[in-house]
Nanobody, 119 residues
């Protein structure tokens, strides 16, 4: 079983920065894609950014140029550096990880971490 745990959320003023971290632990075969999603009140969960084990990235248009995703494969950890934060970035941010095993892919979600951008 794999556990995914986020950290680093909080309250920040508009224009500020936060860094989220997420670590996958347990008996892991191989983690392929790791990423961040967010869900604001009354809205559906949406992709923020994802990164493959090879380092390829994909970002939502709304965060391009402001957020940077990175990962440490040896630690099965993914980071999200968020700069120039806006009130509309307020949401619960969830970490996601795909574990690849022979013949199957398992996906895991963290419990979420609240990010609030407000003055």
């Amino acid at each position: 079983q794999v556990q995914v745990v986020e950290s680093g959320g909080g309250l920040v003023q508009p224009g500020g920065s936060l860094r989220l971290s997420c670590a996958a632990s347990g008996i892991i075969f191989r983690i392929n894609v790791m990423g961040w999603y967010r869900q604001a009140p009354g809205k559906e969960r949406e992709l923020v950014a994802v990164i493959t084990s090879g380092g390829s990235t994909n970002y939502a248009d709304s965060v391009k140029g402001r957020f940077t995703i990175s990962r440490d494969n040896a630690k099965n950890t993914v980071y999200l550096q968020m700069n120039s934060l806006k009130p509309e970035d307020t949401a619960v941010y969830y970490c996601h990880a795909d574990e690849v095993r022979p013949g199957r892919v398992f996906d895991y979600w963290g419990q979420g971490t609240q990010v609030t951008v407000s003055s």
